[in-house]
């Protein structure tokens, strides 16, 4: 998995270490302090499969995090400072990290998501502060205006890579696909087939859908990104056990099972 992403990532130019993308140019040109591509973090149990597959696709990074040299935005990188235990900034302790902000609700939802299949795999016990090996995350611009600091980029940044995230995904063969924020979403819709969207109560900011890559199911879900605090409290409280019981029944048995599932009450 880990070779097909860094072959991909070299072919478009988007590689940490090789960087030569066709879109830098304008990028540079609406940026203060530019820094250049920094590539996914995948878990690594997530590569070997051990639990299903969670993909997480949001925005822009906050920052120029884990650091700015090419090596340390590496894949390799991403996971090491990831999973090696420590504190920040030098690892992620997810103790630590803020209870209100993106990493840390990101775990979260990871956890409630996964917790089922590892207890039917009898993995455990499963806690939050492990749940980072099961789980990938990739931003949909790959570049970051360090000037803005956790201020999102322009609209052009994720215009400029919109085309490189569907096939990323596919590479990373997900089984679950959760989109966080406006632009996470936008870099999926349309760019993967569509078969079926299904909406909580009528309500319709709150939905899953069943797409298919290379002939294979996969659920997503769209969430409001933790900067919107208001609408992804909301969601978060209204609608997440909606969104685990979808999720447990479309991992164990499928696409018809997690519609039953969402018509529960």
Known sequence: MLNGLRRYYTSKGISAEHFNCPHQASCRAISKDFVTAREAFVGSEYEKGTLPRLLFVSIDASSDHPGRRPVDRTLAHMRLWEENGQSPPNGCDVDLLPKNLHWYRTHEFAHGILSPAAASRGIGPFRLQDVHRYFAHTNSAKCKDAARASVQGPALVFDNCRSFIAPEVKLLQPEVLVTQGDWGHRSIDGQIPLEQTVVWRGHPEYSFELLRIDERP????????????????????????WYFRVAAAFLKAGSDAAVAASREA
């Open 218 to 241: 996969v659920l997503r879900f769209k969430l409001f990104h933790p900067r919107r605090f208001g609408p992804f409290n909301r969601q978060r409280r209204e609608a997440y056990t």
